[in-house]
């Protein structure tokens, strides 16, 4: 998996296509194993070289120890990439339980689109409870589907930048730019407070452990 941004590393921990670096390819396969107790343990000793053989980067890998399946070439490659995902999950499973709300945001905006629904769900059901404490006569209906669209918006700014086009939710909520400036425009912005604070949140703790991982990864080399 890659380690080049916060968003990318979450992307990456929750995607099985994700591919780790190949060590095995990397270090000429150089591996030592030793006995374990249970199964053997591998050491992935990875070097890179240069056009005459000589060492010019050593990877430091950490350890995994447990049984040890011959599953061909990359194998290593393989058990790196569950290690480098599993660090990340921890993380953000570490989110979920300190702040539900940041963690929901993180799989609806970075996290492939197969594992977000039942995020994006709480975020509206929470943009729904915020709107029912405003006491507005707005329809209900129709602020959900505004509620709808402001996630996945915000989550696509977030993302890559890309504007939120005010267009399309009038077009979503069957008004003119008189009526949006009038009656809508006051609840889209309210609903957008209460997602603005979601990204930092929900990036931090990611962010200082890839930072950690980055310089480690560097002073390998």
Not at 24 to 48: D, P
Not at 105 to 118: C, D, E, Q, T, V
């Amino acid at each position: 998996m890659r380690f080049d941004s916060a968003r990318q590393a979450w992307h990456d921990a929750f995607d099985g296509s994700a591919a780790a670096f190949d060590y095995e390819a990397m270090g000429n396969r150089s591996t030592v194993t030793s006995k374990a107790r249970r199964g053997r343990k591998l050491i992935i000793r990875g070097e890179v070289q240069g056009e005459a053989n000589q060492v010019i980067c050593r990877i430091d890998v950490p350890r995994v120890s447990g049984v040890e399946a011959i599953v061909g070439k990359g194998s290593g490659s393989r058990v790196m990439d569950s290690c480098e995902k599993g660090i990340i999950q921890s993380v953000v499973a570490k989110l979920r339980q300190s702040d539900p709300l940041a963690y929901c945001w993180g799989m609806a905006a970075y996290a492939p689109p197969a594992k977000r629904f039942k995020e994006r769900a709480a975020l509206l059901q929470y943009l729904m409870s915020e709107f029912d404490k405003w006491e507005e006569p707005h329809p209900r209906d129709k602020v959900s589907q505004l509620a709808l669209f402001c996630i996945s918006a915000s989550a696509l700014r977030d993302v890559n930048g890309r504007s939120i086009d005010l267009g399309h939710a009038r077009k979503i909520l069957w008004c003119d730019k008189k009526g949006w400036d009038g009656t809508w425009v006051k609840i889209w912005k309210r609903l957008q407070r209460r997602l603005d604070p979601l990204p930092g949140r929900a990036l931090g703790p990611v962010s200082e452990l890839v930072q950690e991982y980055r310089i480690r990864f560097k002073k390998a080399c």
